[in-house]
């Protein structure tokens, strides 16, 4: 859902997997991409001016931020934005609170392992955990029990994910592979 007319607000430091998507979506969609400063991101309410003065369509965040917004009443900010959130569990509260004043809330997961992300759902006002979603395309979620054997549908496991995201490993650290990708 990301065309060219939109504009993505920049927010996240580039040392974080998730920049990439900052700045590779709009490459690639003929978007134009908005980089913010430190001091921007720094001050909630500089980054909501920033947001509004660079004609943001598009804002990917944290639920930490995004409570910083809410919570210093400019959610009113948020008005129209498509907001992709993750890097943390979205509590239900901070869904509910934004989903009555942005354009589209989605909660996106995705562990370093899988650059960048791996599920992603529409989160709409309701009751309950906020959910992970579905798999994003070439990528495979499994739910396993602590011998590897899939469960079946609403049990608590441990969450796999395979296909083309999944990194090789960790670089000179053999020790961190084998604990992580099996």
């Known amino acids: 859902g990301f065309a060219a007319d939109d504009v993505i607000c920049a927010v ?18 003929g978007a ?25 369509t598009v804002l990917q965040t944290t639920p930490t931020l995004l409570r910083l917004l809410c919570d210093g009443g400019r959610v009113e900010g948020l008005a129209g934005l498509k907001l992709l959130v993750g890097g943390e569990a979205m509590p239900r509260d ?24 791996s599920t992603i759902h529409r989160v709409e006002a309701g009751d309950g955990p906020v959910p ?18 899939a469960l079946a549908a609403g049990e608590q496991g441990e969450i796999w994910i395979g296909g083309d995201g999944v990194a090789d ?10 604990e992580r990708f099996r």
Not at 38 to 55: N, Y
Request: glycine share 8%; proline share 5%; charged share 20%.
């Open 32 to 56: 134009r991409v908005h980089i913010a400063t430190e001091a921007e991101v720094r001050d909630p309410q500089r980054t909501m001016a920033l947001v509004k003065d660079c004609g943001a």
């Open 12 to 29: 996240t430091t580039l040392s974080f997997d998730i920049a990439g998507l900052e700045l590779y979506l709009p490459l690639v969609s």
């Open 94 to 117: 901070l869904a509910n609170e934004v989903v009555r004043h942005c354009g589209e809330l989605w909660n996106m997961y995705g562990p370093t392992e899988t650059t960048i992300w």
């Open 169 to 178: 490993g960790y670089l000179n650290r053999p020790d961190l592979t084998a």
């Open 132 to 149: 992970l979603g579905r798999p994003i395309a070439n990528t495979r979620i499994h739910v396993l029990d602590e011998s590897g054997r």
